[in-house]
């Protein structure tokens, strides 16, 4: 099985580029990349998403933290187009489990992407409330977990093999921090790994040998060196 590579991000322009890239599958967003992106009307600036991501799935989250508003910014987000993922949070900021709205919205058979998910448990939840008819991904915080001290690639591995018996349900390796997470992924039997942009462009640069680098580097050095004019 191959790992996917979805983009991480919201900026209009990088989108645009990176949807021509035949390595690049799909897109994901959330609402501190469209704010770092400098959008202002939340709704108008995913359409804009969706008019240049050439219909490669996209994953567009609600940021409300109640159920009632959740439920319609997850119901508007859905209609915008057929290759919309509604990002819900597994929990809301009080820490409440957020399995009444996946369980209704994948019911209705809308895709999901279920977020900020660190643990096998909580991949387990969202597994029991799910349509298993339904398309669900499943982000793993792996970066972020990392950032704490936290090794959480055992359970992805957990979270992967609890998916198993469901055919529509794919496991999202989050948070990517080095370009060697990609072949971590493909290694472990994730399904898809969103990347940002800088990290998508050193992957394409996979195959250099050890030598190359290292001339590489010993001219990198060089070149800054003689751009500083640096004396002795």
């Known amino acids: ?41 939340y709704l108008k600036y995913c359409k804009k998403i969706l008019q240049v991501s050439k219909n490669k799935p996209v994953s567009l989250e609600v940021f409300a933290d109640d ?15 057929k290759n919309v993922y509604v990002k819900i949070p597994v929990c809301n900021s009080k820490g409440i489990f ?50 704490a001290g936290k ?10 093999k609890l998916s198993k018996k469901f055919k529509k349900v794919k496991i999202l390796w989050a948070s990517v921090r080095e370009p060697y997470n990609y072949i ?9 790994i969103t990347i940002p942009p800088s990290i998508i462009e050193k992957i394409e640069g996979f195959g250099k040998s050890y030598n190359r680098l290292t001339i590489e580097t010993v001219k990198t050095f060089l070149n800054d060196s003689k751009k500083s004019k640096f004396k002795f």
């Open 67 to 81: 159920y009632t508003e959740m439920m319609k910014q997850a119901i508007k987000l859905n209609s915008l187009g």
């Open 184 to 192: 971590q992924a493909k290694k472990n039997g994730c399904h898809i």
């Open 98 to 147: 957020s399995g009444k709205i996946i369980k209704f919205l994948s019911d209705k058979n809308i895709k999901l992407n279920i977020t900020a998910v660190y643990t096998a448990n909580q991949t387990k939840n969202i597994l029991n409330v799910i349509n298993k008819n339904s398309n669900v991904i499943i982000s793993i915080f792996i970066g972020r977990a990392s950032d």
């Open 1 to 41: 099985m191959s790992t996917k590579i979805f983009c991480d991000i919201a900026d209009i322009k990088i989108i645009e580029k990176f949807t021509k890239k035949k390595i690049v599958k799909g897109f994901t967003t959330n609402p501190s990349l469209i704010r770092k992106a400098g959008a202002k009307d």
């Open 151 to 160: 090794n959480s690639l055992p359970e992805l591995i957990k979270s992967i």
